[in-house]
């Protein structure tokens, strides 16, 4: 079966730094762009980050640029988002995707893990 | 940066109805261009890709059309299950974006 696990959310403190991970299964992990999307309370869905299958190319949304740091293991199958700096903005639900080659849709997500920004 | 514009934000309709939502873009985005449906505590679940491909598994009742700047989602026969938020996303520049959704609900 074909899934997407994300683990490392939780709550902390303005200012401070989480590691998201996305453990990967059912298929080739590393023939796939992956992607990180989030979804603050009540609200729609923003594009936060995206890499390359093998990690060379890396993209993030202006309002994390410089704070988030996306990586992948391709020998664990594994995406991670390292969000630092945060504020009470960033506190979301945040999802990894699978990314379809040449349309670049995202056909796989997970089940989303919690970011809660609080002091 | 693209900007995605849906319309309407929020829709009500009744069971069996025809129901169409429309996404603009900024600028010409081909097609690349999809469709997602969210349910309450839910991950998005891919529609259509690539503005008019259906998904595998997807119901053929939804379908999408369109190029350019203007697309559609249309649902022909709105089913218990479809009620829902939908979002088109343009993936044809970096940073992605998406629209800022459509909530569909029972009238």
């Known amino acids: 079966e074909v899934q997407l696990v994300e683990s490392g959310g939780g709550l902390v403190q303005p200012g401070g730094s989480l590691r998201l991970s996305c453990a990967a299964s059912g298929f080739m992990f590393t023939s796939y762009a992956m992607h990180w999307v989030r979804q603050a309370p009540g609200r729609g869905l923003e594009y936060v980050s995206a890499i390359s299958s093998d990690g060379g190319r890396t993209y993030y949304a202006d309002s994390v640029k410089g704070r988030f740091t996306i990586s992948r293991d391709n020998s664990k199958n594994t995406l991670y988002l390292q969000v630092g700096s945060l504020r009470a903005e960033d506190m979301a639900v945040y999802y990894c995707a699978r990314g379809v080659t040449v349309s670049y849709a995202m056909d796989v997500w997970g089940q989303g893990t919690t970011v809660t920004v609080s002091s | 940066d693209i900007q995605m514009t849906q319309s309407p934000s929020s829709l009500s309709a009744s069971i069996g109805d025809r129901v169409t939502i429309t996404c603009r873009a900024s600028?010409?985005?081909?097609?690349?261009l999809h469709w997602y449906q969210q349910k309450p505590g839910k991950a998005p679940k891919l529609l259509i890709y690539a503005a008019s491909r259906l998904q595998s598994g997807v119901p053929s009742r939804f379908s999408g059309s369109g190029s350019g700047t203007d697309f559609t989602l249309t649902i022909s026969s709105l089913q218990p299950e479809d009620f829902a938020t939908y979002y088109c996303?343009?993936?044809?520049?970096?940073?992605?974006?998406f629209g800022q959704g459509t909530k569909l609900d029972i009238k």
């Open positions: 996303q343009q993936s044809y520049s970096t940073p992605c974006s």
């Open positions: 600028q010409s985005i081909s097609s690349y």
